[in-house]
T-cell receptor, first 112, second 110 residues
């Protein structure tokens, strides 16, 4: 069966510090991968998606970037965090374009 | 206008009650529809897909009305454990990912 791992679960970082969140998927190959962010009390906002190694599409301009160095690894990064980057970051995978997505446990990021 | 709209609630219902949530979507080219459940401070989890003919999974029934562009979720015999936020989710042509509504919060009370 497929599983998705995301870490860390919580993170407190100072403004201006770098960020690296990692997500890996097991039990499937060539998944579509996604990074979403959920602000407190709000809906999920799509940040990035990837359909293959090295292929990243950004949905909104922002202070973040994403990379996919391996088929089942997806990384979210920032060189300098802003206060507005605080939120709940969720990695997800899906097996196809019109299929459901499955989420990792999420990383709750607080920028102080 | 948001692509997927839901009443944020909260819906406060007693145990055993029947509760219904509605959701509207704006893109007529939407192809796939889902309901997810999200517990407080947890990741969203797939509750059920929504099919054109309507579908049922135990106490949960989902309906799709393409002409009016709305989706519904009916929960019968509510349990305390049903307390959560229910997210309406749509996949539209031209979009590479699912679009999530902001969710409807349900609180089932003893």
């Amino acid at each position: 069966s497929q599983t998705i791992h995301q870490w860390p679960a919580t993170l407190v970082q100072p403004v201006g510090s770098p960020l690296s969140l990692e997500c890996t998927v097991e039990g499937t190959s060539n998944p579509n991968l996604y990074w979403y962010r959920q602000a407190a009390g709000r809906g999920l906002q799509l940040l990035f998606y990837s359909v293959g190694i090295g292929q990243i599409s950004s949905e909104v301009p922002q202070n973040l970037s994403a990379s996919r160095p391996q088929d089942r690894q997806f990384i979210l990064s920032s060189k300098k965090l802003l206060l507005s980057d605080s939120g709940f970051y969720l990695c997800a995978w899906s097996g196809g374009v019109n299929t459901e997505a499955f989420f990792g446990q999420g990383t709750r990021l607080t920028v102080v | 206008r948001k692509e997927v709209e839901q009443d944020p609630g909260p819906f406060n219902v007693p145990e055993g009650a029947t509760v219904a949530f509605n959701c509207t979507y704006s893109n007529s080219a939407s192809q796939s529809f889902f309901w997810y459940r999200q517990d407080c401070r947890k990741e969203p989890k797939l509750l059920m897909s929504v099919y054109s003919s309507g579908n049922e999974d135990g106490r949960f029934t989902a309906q799709l009305n393409r002409a009016s562009q709305y989706i519904s979720l009916l929960i019968r015999d509510s349990k305390l454990s049903d307390s959560a936020t229910y997210l309406c989710v749509v996949k539209s042509t031209g979009r590479r990912a699912l679009t999530f509504g902001s969710g409807t919060r349900l609180q089932v009370q003893p």
